[in-house]
């Protein structure tokens, strides 16, 4: 497999994620020259590129990595879902400052398993790391990530998902909604979401949650005209392929608990984090 190593941008902040995270865990955070002494850099060097990376300075970041983060975006970023506008194919939606499109596979074809589809996939860097892409002609119908679980786990992963499917490893061919999805054109996503008919209008009610925002899986399940549902609406969302541009990461529990993420809790604190920041930012 032909896996990008890190670029060193995102070897650097990983690292800095890790030291940030240990912290928080501890009830502490680190001064810009404590955490820029563990990367070995001069406290100026790390806070152009972290900022660079992530929208804002370290010692913000540290605030929305904090453990009571998600319980103060339940406060303050709690998205309520009106069924009118989660439920149904609208064609297209804003999420992530570009325009977003999509198509649902019908449930005969998804009984199929994926045959008669051509799926073309490639490794492709990301604010998160490795990212597995996957998509047919119609649009992305995978998106995986690779730091916590690993290449060949997140591959595996990816293939069991449409086992009658052919796959074709072509990154050129998919390489300009890939771009878009992680900004860095101002392009149209195309995505195609290959799911069952209760998957589908599940991860339809998460495109509807704005960036930098949070939702419970039980206004998700209410949304979607099943409120009792909310343990399979929690499976459904575990079982979403497109990952970021599907944004399963803004489902929390009622607690405020993060819940569980397919591709690694830290990850799922990172991506919640940095739109946070981002959005704060702007």
């Known amino acids: 497999m032909n896996v990008p190593s890190n670029n060193y941008h995102f070897q650097v902040m990983r690292r800095a994620l890790d030291e940030i995270d240990a912290a928080a865990e501890a009830g502490e955070a680190l001064s810009l020259d404590a955490l820029a002494a563990r990367m070995q850099m001069s406290p ?3 806070q152009r590129l972290f900022s ?13 990595l904090a453990l009571g983060q998600a319980k103060a975006m339940l406060r303050e970023r709690f998205t309520t879902l009106e069924a009118a506008d ?27 398993g994926g045959a008669g589809l051509e799926i073309f996939w ?31 786990a997140a591959m595996e992963d990816m293939l069991s998902r449409w086992p009658e499917a052919s796959f074709t ?11 878009a999805a992680f900004g860095e054109t101002t392009g149209e ?39 009792r549902a909310v343990r399979a609406v929690g499976t459904a969302v575990g079982r979403n392929p497109i990952s970021w541009l599907i944004p399963c990461h803004r489902a929390i529990r009622k607690s405020g608990a993060l819940g569980g ?3 690694g809790l830290p990850v799922k604190r990172a991506l919640l984090a940095w739109e946070s920041a981002r959005a704060d930012a702007r």
């Open 44 to 46: 100026a060097h790390f």
């Open 52 to 64: 660079s990376w992530v929208g804002v300075s370290p010692k913000r970041y540290q605030q929305y």
């Open 86 to 112: 989660a439920v149904g194919l609208s064609g297209s939606s804003r999420l992530h400052d570009m325009f977003l499109r999509w198509e649902a596979m019908t449930p005969g074809e998804y009984a199929k």
């Open 122 to 152: 490639g490794w492709f860097e990301s604010p998160f790391g490795p990212a597995l892409v996957m998509a047919t002609e119609k649009g992305i119908c995978g998106i995986g990530f690779a730091a916590e679980t690993g290449a060949e």
């Open 169 to 179: 490893e072509d990154p050129m061919a998919i390489r300009p909604w890939v771009q």
């Open 189 to 227: 996503a195309r995505l195609f979401l290959i799911g069952a008919p209760f998957q589908i209008k599940v991860w339809e009610a998460l495109l509807a949650i704005p960036t930098g925002h949070v939702t419970t899986y039980s206004e998700i399940a209410g949304a979607i005209g099943n409120p």
């Open 261 to 263: 993420y397919h591709w």
